[in-house]
């Protein structure tokens, strides 16, 4: 057992934070904010170009790392508060291609996402199911084709992806089963709402009526149910460390203005009350980056201990849960200790607090995961 | 980075496993598991077990007779004795005033005192804090004023943990009076049995015996009992308080607690239902659980870290704050759990073999007198308060 990180990861997560400091500091990223799209094509090149795209791909295909990697890259996407399709495109939709896609597929998108030009959103969650995994959308069979009806709700980054995958229900001669479709974003059918996201990303929502799809678009063969599980999954755990990050640069930030503040004739940092509130901060984001180094961790060893599914579910869950408490809680005091600079837009802390509360509000917030939890002791009791 | 136990450490797991499956007496491990009573023979009992094994001491290096594990390995260690219910380590001697007598004594003090931790012929018991000095140790009273070859000691120590068992106690007093209230203070390692030194028990929130008063009149206490230079006492303590890094998260015991809690909420009737089946009773459970894995992964990652040559530095302000509102959380909801049944005082009950009424006592009588008992965590071995004035001081830079 041992969670050091070696060399390597050391000097990776160096570069890409040399790289954030230089080329993506607060003023630049106001500038993407401005943009139309909402984030800049240019950066994503450069992401490209320094081989943050490729990392945690198979190596077949030009992959760079693994999942220790991605972790340690998603902390300083969230101490950058970076606005690209970083977490859809490389954390959620490269991995399920991996996962999931067959050899040709892998071949034609994932040396594309390495290159910058592939950009992927996941379309799986629906309005009705709020955070469950429900599926309503569905894939009829039509001769060699395949025709999409549904409607996709909050698509992360879905507003600037190249190509959607997207999650339909169908049903074949063995029964029903959980498919994932690669769908063009401009097909004869797709209709998209675009729109931003409280914290400055973009998101659509997606209808499809009567898309017609050829066969090959279907992402590998079989019932996708378990491969979308994990691919959520290990969503919640790049999710997690993008937090961890985010909370760090939070409490970095709010010492620094509580030493710089001075009220009373001194600075308000001296003051035991806010010492003490920076101290339990500091606590939970300690423990929630070892919660957020348990969930890669799980995610990591389903391929050697695919048996082992009930545990990853459950340590994911709670790794969840931790973290968006924590990120509430982190967010919620740095505003506070910030005093009515805390509300100005022109300061980072505001925008760390939303980008931290959005984060506890995907792929299931605190309530959401604890209620996972909760259950799973009830089975383990009955068991 | 893997989560996972090596081989290695899976073996040496087994080994501890299978030495407790045999040596461990039923009745002690039943007795520690049901938060009854124990005994001086029950802890001293297991110490010598554990001996035997060269185990007694199982954070000592081999120069001094320990079994030189790995920070993981005791970490196993601690887990798989705690799981069984076995007596807890004397932490006083082994775990206290040992590192300290490794780190500052002298060699006759180390030859002298260490094989008798080791064994268990001494039990230690800890001289520091004062009615007027308590999160503000530094200011303490009790002085030592040097006549020739001996101290004479005149004070009074509380909240004294086991003194009433021990044969040795370890105390601060103060040699000097001059600068800082922390330069003037000496580590004296003193026989329970010198003249002028009584105890008084102090009866606690429970009704339980477990700390005491002591005073000591003219204790005569010879030089050579001084650990390290006479005025440097502050500088052992702070370090015999920091040696322990990951103990005080109390790890172990809050997740056998964690499993018990499960096991009396599977029992408890609630209307004809087990009290699990309550989705707000079970949150609860679950909201802890995730708490007591957030401190196990930081834990872990503090062990990693000290295999790997690192100073996690002050850290241990945070596992303390954290595992000691765990082990408080656990022992409220096993209270509440009980429902009415949390009211009876049955202080008989607590004593092994009980078998009286009200029915059932044997198992639920103990749970709410712990409640009220385990209020100490947050105050003991520097509060809570005092961590985060630590954490926010030397970690935060404020």
Known sequence: ?383 | MDLEYSATEKLFRDDIRAFIGQNLSRDVAAKVLGHKRLSREDIIGWHRVLHTRGWSAPTWPREFGGPGWTAVQQHIFDEECTAAGAPPVIAFGVRMVAPVIMKYGSAAQQQFFLPRILSGEHWWCQGYTEPGAGSDLASLKTTAVRRGDTYVVNGQKTWNTLGHFADWIFCLARTSSEGRSQEGISFLLIDMKSKGISLRPIALIDGEYEVNEVWLDDVEVPVTQRVGEENKGWTYAKYLLTHERVNIARLGESKRELRSLKAIAARVSNDGRPLIEDVRFRDAIAALEIELRALEYTVLGVLSAEAAGRDPGAISSALKISGSEIQQTLSELKMRALGPRALPHVPEALDAGWQGEPGGAEWWAALSGRYFNMRKTSIYSGSNEIQRNIISHRLLGL
């Open chain 1, 1 to 383: 057992m041992q969670f050091e990180f070696n060399d390597d990861q050391l000097a990776l997560q160096d570069s890409v934070r040399r790289f954030f400091t230089e080329r993506y500091d607060f003023e630049t990223r106001r500038g993407c904010l401005a943009e139309p799209a909402g984030s800049s094509d240019e950066i994503w090149q450069a992401f490209a170009e320094q081989g943050f795209l490729s990392i945690g791909l198979p190596e077949a295909h030009g992959g760079i790392g693994g999942a220790t990697e991605l972790m340690l890259t998603m902390e300083e996407i969230g101490r950058a508060l970076v606005l690209e399709p970083y977490l859809s495109t490389v954390a959620l939709c490269a991995p399920l291609v991996a996962d999931h896609g067959t050899e040709a597929q892998q071949a034609d998108l994932l040396p594309r996402v390495a290159a910058g030009s592939l950009k992927l959103a996941l379309a799986h969650g629906e309005a009705e199911a709020r955070y469950a995994s429900t599926v309503h959308t569905e894939a009829r069979r039509e001769g060699e084709s395949y025709v999409l009806n549904g409607a996709k709700t909050t698509v992360l980054d879905g507003a600037v992806a190249d190509l959607l995958l997207v999650s339909a229900q169908m049903k074949d001669r063995a029964g029903k089963l959980l498919a994932v479709f690669q769908v063009d974003p401009n097909a004869p059918g797709v209709r998209l709402v675009r729109y931003r996201t409280q914290d400055g990303r973009s998101a659509a929502d997606v209808f499809f009526k009567d898309v017609n799809l050829p066969a090959s678009q279907m992402l590998g063969v079989g019932d996708a149910t378990a491969a979308l599980e994990r691919a959520v999954q290990r969503g919640i755990a790049a999710l997690c460390a993008e937090a961890v990050g985010a909370m760090e640069a939070t409490n970095a930030t709010t010492i620094e203005y509580t030493k710089s503040r001075k009220q009373f004739g001194q600075p308000i940092g001296r003051f035991q009350a806010l010492q003490h509130r920076m101290a339990d901060m500091f606590v939970q984001a300690t423990q929630a980056r070892s919660m957020s180094i348990l969930a890669t961790g799980r995610c990591a060893a389903h391929a050697a201990e695919p048996g082992d599914s009930a545990l990853r579910r459950r340590d994911v869950s709670m790794a969840k849960c931790y973290v968006g408490k924590a990120a509430r809680f982190v967010g919620q005091q740095a505003v506070q200790l910030h005093g009515g600079m805390g509300m100005a837009d022109e300061l980072a802390v505001s925008h760390y607090f939303k980008r931290l509360t959005m984060i506890d509000m995907t792929f299931g917030d605190s309530t959401h995961h604890l209620a996972a939890v909760s259950d799973a002791i009830l089975l383990e009791s009955q068991t």
